[in-house]
């Protein structure tokens, strides 16, 4: 009888029924779950089921009751709930003292403001098809797509997008992970875009620079881009932009298409849901204030936070996801728009920071929606993620040593390096790291030795420049390789020993960095050696570099292609 998905579903799992829908509310949730129960239980009597059942009506399908409780905005005290007489000692049976808000469902009695139970759709799509009530509005599955969604824009135009030096190099690092290509802004070329860091209080000076940048971009209808508004530069955009702009306590790891425009095209309440992903926290603060109220709000956070109900304990989940939306009254809005004098005004309070696929995505949708050219991100086959981090690489091991001198040999591996073949008895072949970005030897189930020990890590680099040649063109890129390991390695380019770090310890991914890494034009080859005492067996290595679009211009293979 233990059927549906009440008891575990993620929004994700319950939009197969009512698609976006099902990640807008704690109510949507259950709009989809409702169309679920009612198929379920229909298809049971279809069949002739003896018996039939859903999980579970008390718990999934009425909502949790605020037993004596006024103000449903402030989080439960110990002094508010339903209190029964005194505890009197030697009397059989059980003697309640106290019963908190939200503990139960249902209510006999116990609280006299409240029903006996408050229905979900849940409930009543149970009902419906136990009476055999066949036009249920839970009998059909609503269309899954928002036919007035804008469609995705296929004009990629040549837009100049520029920031102000001092405020917007982070920003502007940070979205060119998405594609995004932008320059510093000069009084006297005309930009399109102006990329505005709004989380830190500027200098006279740069607040300064700030104003006459602004100005010049509104004049001639270009749009005033502010990312990440937090408390600390919120006063200087209010006088920047002559009206006042808050920033709320927030946390959100989900957002809802409040408003349809064509800067959202292509992105659904699906695409902006970051609750069950490493990179969850999506928003900080919540916009607000005259110059909010006086724009239009497009995109706002989840009014649920399914952080406190995807995958968490049975007992507490439905009363935590009913109190995340009845006791965070600070605002939701995450992207307003307003028009002003010229041009426009974009505020954006969604995280800057992309660590994901997923969010390059959404970003790049973002600006490419507004006719902004996006140069192609790749995450070179799987072998490097989008913070630089190696993922994925050739291995080979483990083999045994006997002191350090043969652990620390100076010695590249003899023959070729390549996925399938040998290496004194053991076969390179292809890993991947964990989701930290860490590759744990004893989890990758090599044969041999976990214990003095060593392994082989190796990829082929193709680089586009020569940057072992300094005179070959001015301002070549800087590439350098972060790494570190659980105990010592040795590290080689091309053949060549470029560092040796004999030691006893736990990793730390940043412990030793080969700057620069002088990569020859065409491919190449890194090659580390993790030496493994006791303990541990780890390494982690990251590539960065002075021009992320170079960075993302490199290709990682397992082997050297023939060209």
């Known amino acids: 009888g233990e059927t549906s998905m009440a008891y575990y579903g993620t929004p994700k799992q ?64 110990l002094a508010e709930g339903i209190f029964f007489g005194t505890y009197r000692e030697g009397v059989p049976g059980m003697q309640p003292e106290r019963l908190g808000p939200y503990v139960s469902t249902l209510n006999p009695g116990y609280d006299p403001t409240l029903p006996l139970y408050r229905p979900w759709p849940m409930f009543n799509a149970i009902h419906d098809a136990n009476c055999k009530v066949q036009n249920s509005p839970w009998a059909r599955t609503p269309a899954l797509e928002a036919s007035s969604q804008p469609s995705v824009s296929t004009n990629e135009g040549n837009a100049i997008i520029s920031y102000v030096s001092g405020n917007g ?32 209080e500027p200098t006279q000076d740069l ?23 937090k408390p600390a530069g919120a006063a200087t955009l209010s006088r920047l932009l002559g009206g006042q702009i808050l920033a709320e306590p927030r946390v959100s790891s989900s957002f ?16 902006m849901y970051f609750s069950e992903d490493d990179d969850w926290r999506q928003m900080t603060y919540g916009l607000s204030g005259e110059f909010v109220k006086g724009g239009s709000i497009l995109l706002e956070a989840c009014s649920a936070d399914w952080r406190r109900w995807n995958y968490q304990g049975e007992p507490v989940k439905t009363a935590a996801l009913y109190r995340s939306e009845v006791e965070n009254t600070a605002s939701r809005a995450a992207i307003v728009v307003r028009p002003m004098k010229q041009g426009r005004v974009i505020l954006c309070n969604l995280d800057p920071e992309i660590t994901s696929a997923k969010k390059a995505a959404v970003i790049g949708g973002l600006f490419r929606n507004e006719g902004i050219q996006i140069s192609q991100i790749s995450v070179q086959h799987g ?42 008895g053991k076969k390179w072949r292809l890993a991947g790291a964990g989701k930290d970005g860490v590759f744990d030897f004893k989890s990758l189930k090599m044969d041999g030795s976990k214990e003095s020990a060593f392994a082989y890590v190796a990829v082929w680099i193709k680089s586009p420049k020569p940057l072992n040649d300094l005179l070959s063109e001015p301002n070549l890129p800087k590439l350098s390789f972060t790494y570190g390991s659980d105990d010592g390695c040795e590290l080689w380019l091309n053949g060549n020993l470029l560092a040796k770090h004999e030691r006893h310890g736990p990793l730390d991914p940043n412990m030793f960095s080969q700057n620069p890494l002088l990569l020859k034009l065409g491919w190449n080859q890194l090659v580390i050696k993790v030496v493994q005492e006791s303990g541990e067996w ?12 170079f960075l993302r211009k490199l290709e990682f293979a397992s082997e050297k292609p023939d060209a």
């Not at 809802?256 to 695409?271: C, M, R, T």
């Not at 780890?538 to 679009?549: I, M, Q, R, Y």
């Open 383 to 424: 072998f490097i993620d989008l913070q630089g981090r190696l993922v994925r690489t050739l291995v080979c091991g483990s083999f045994s040593f006997s002191n350090s001198v043969e652990a620390y040999d100076d010695k590249l591996p003899a023959g070729e390096i390549k996925e399938d073949v040998g290496l004194a």
């Open 538 to 549: 780890k390494f982690a290595g990251t590539f960065g570099c002075s021009d992320l679009d």
């Open 256 to 271: 809802v298409i409040k408003q349809y425009d064509s800067l959202l095209a292509g992105l659904g309440n699906a695409e």
């Open 169 to 200: 190099n982070h920003l502007a690092e940070e979205l060119g992970r998405a594609g995004v290509k932008a320059s510093v802004f000069s009084n006297d070329s005309k930009t399109d875009f102006l990329l505005v860091d709004g989380s830190n």
């Open 14 to 77: 319950v939009a197969r029924f009512n698609g976006n829908r099902a990640y807008e509310s704690d109510l949507g949730r259950m709009e989809g779950l409702a169309c679920e129960c009612y198929g379920l239980l229909t298809r049971q009597q279809k069949y002739g089921a003896n018996y039939q059942s859903v999980f579970n009506i008390v718990w999934y399908g009425v909502q949790p009751l605020p037993f004596g409780k006024v103000d449903l905005t402030k989080a439960p005290s």
């Open 207 to 229: 607040a300064d620079a700030l104003k006459n940048a602004v100005n010049k971009t509104l004049s001639h209808g270009g749009t005033v881009w502010v990312w990440n508004v």
